[in-house]
């Protein structure tokens, strides 16, 4: 095997860089899906990470990676998701400026949820591509760093550190399910789960819906999708044509990829929310695979819990039995 971009030693010091900043969330047992199963069923609670999502590890990491001087110019990114508010908060806590640039179609309450973290909004152009020239330029004519999403090894080592833990909690662990979109979750828990416990299988989990990695796993590289509504909104968006480091580490580490419909997600979102778990669809995707069978538990399973930032009022509607976004 050629070497890949991140190794375990990588995820262990962004351990060390990230402790005491990002929380280390707690791990539960599915009693109910347990029973059905036969086998323990173990929910990685991450959806109680201090922005609601795993996305402040990789984000907190990659800033503290950073040398001094370039701290200094301030940070940026075009997300407005999970990405984005990890972003704004690790920087709040590191006291370096952030610029979140969007388009002018973000909604003003979403406008408001950034400014709150203490990030500069710049609002540029129609569309998510004019967002992300003026990242560009921030980076070309300002001096400042873009923050990527997944494809970049300090995130995809901070996210990795999830795989850490969950070895340490589960060390007899069978299977971990993990949500999949751009690949940096997965790949990095992977590379410390296939390091740590090499029997171990890790799966990717994702919507039928627009599914990136898995069309690009499927054809042997990069390819881009149709992106479309879905309850995973977490989980949309491509991989980048010019993918470096996250399609290698998925190609070389998953044991396979798997695809649900909106129904299924929903059934997730339900089955964990009477549970207590108020998590967003892309969260609930790895229980969703198991209630549908997709997913064979072998031992020991855990599903990654991988954020809660759902609307309220969407999430009572699913509860209620919807099963759809519109
Ligand atoms: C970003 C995100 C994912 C997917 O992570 P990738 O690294 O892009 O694969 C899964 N769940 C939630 C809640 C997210 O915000």
Redesign the pocket.
Known sequence: MSALPVTLSDIEAARDRIAGRVRRTPMVRDEALTARLGHPVLLKCE?RQATG???LR?ATNALLTLPPERLARGVVTAST???GRAVAHAARELAVRAVVCLSRLVPQNKVAAIRDLGAEVRIVGASQDDAMLEVARAVAEEGMTEVP??DDPAVVAG?GTLGLEIVEDCPEVASVL???????????IAVAVKALRPQARVI?VTMERGAA?HASLAAGRPVEVEELPSL?D??G?GIGLQNRV?FPLCRALLDGTVLLTEAEIAAGIRHLGRQGHTV?G??AVGIAALLAGKVRADGPTVALL??G?IALDLHARIMAGAEAVA
């Open positions: 959806y999502a795993f996305k990789g998701g999970n990405h999403p997944f996210q993990v949500p999949l979109s751009g690949g940096g979750l997965a790949g990095g990717g990695m995973a977490s989980l968006g996250t967003e892309a969260a991988s954020g930032n």
